[in-house]
């Protein structure tokens, strides 16, 4: 069964502490790997696709990479507007498009 | 642009009630996923449609169905209420099946009480 796991669970980090959030994935070949932000009281909202190994993809802050059993998502100098939970999800390749999501990692940035 | 709209927001029900929540998409987007977001499980596939049928059905009871419209609006409902279907309903469109980014609506929050 494919399974996703992101760690650490919750993160709080000071303005301008860079940190690292992980996304390990256990399925049976990769189509995707996807990074999505959600706010309290909204839905998610994309951030990057990732598709093969030793890609990278980069908006403000945000770093997210890629190896063949995880993905990480960089976040460089931190603002308080970057706390927020920050999901990964994997879409297998079959007929099957639907996302597995994992966890998520709730990040708190103080001033 | 519009996003993806989804009514009502919040609503409360009774255990063996039903429930039917609302699901506009981006125009021009013809598929429409649907999540169940939960403290204890996170974000699981209900199921997609497209072009008005069902492409995929995640592991979920049969209380649980949908029906997208000719407009691409979707309906979701749910039957027979337990206290553990409450959650935050996530309604997500995209321009195709398979397509890579989905846009969500803010949801809608089922209590049952």
């Known amino acids: 069964e494919d399974q996703v796991t992101q760690s650490p669970e919750a993160l709080r980090l000071q303005e301008g502490e860079s940190s690292s959030l992980n996304c390990s994935y256990t399925?049976?070949?990769?189509?995707?790997l996807f990074w999505y932000r959600q706010d309290p009281g909204k839905g998610p909202e994309f951030l990057f696709t990732?598709?093969?190994a030793g890609e990278e993809k980069e908006k403000e802050r945000l770093k997210a990479t890629l190896t063949k059993k995880e993905s990480f998502l960089h976040i460089t100098a931190p603002k308080p507007e970057d706390s927020a939970t920050y999901l990964c999800?994997?879409?297998?390749?079959?007929?099957?498009?639907?996302?597995?999501f994992g966890a998520g990692t709730t990040v708190t940035v103080r001033a | 642009k519009a996003g993806v709209t989804q009514t009502p927001r919040y609503l409360i029900k009774t255990r063996g009630q039903q429930v039917t929540l609302s699901c506009s998409p981006i125009?021009?987007?013809?598929?429409v996923s649907w999540y169940q977001q939960t403290p204890g499980q996170g974000l699981q596939f209900l199921f997609e449609?497209?072009?008005?049928?069902?492409?995929n059905k995640g592991n979920f009871p049969g209380r649980f169905s949908g029906r997208q419209f000719s407009n691409s609006r979707s309906e979701m409902n749910v039957s027979t209420l337990e206290l553990g279907d409450s959650a935050l309903y996530l309604c997500?469109?995209?321009?195709?099946?398979?397509?890579?980014?989905?846009?969500f609506g803010a949801g809608s929050r089922l209590t049952v009480l």
């Open positions: 997500a469109s995209s321009l195709s099946t398979g397509a890579n980014v989905l846009t």
């Open positions: 399925v049976s070949g990769l189509r995707g």
């Open positions: 990732l598709y093969s």
């Open positions: 999800a994997v879409q297998v390749r079959s007929n099957d498009y639907k996302l597995s």
């Open positions: 125009s021009g987007h013809r598929s």
């Open positions: 449609y497209f072009s008005e049928t069902q492409r």
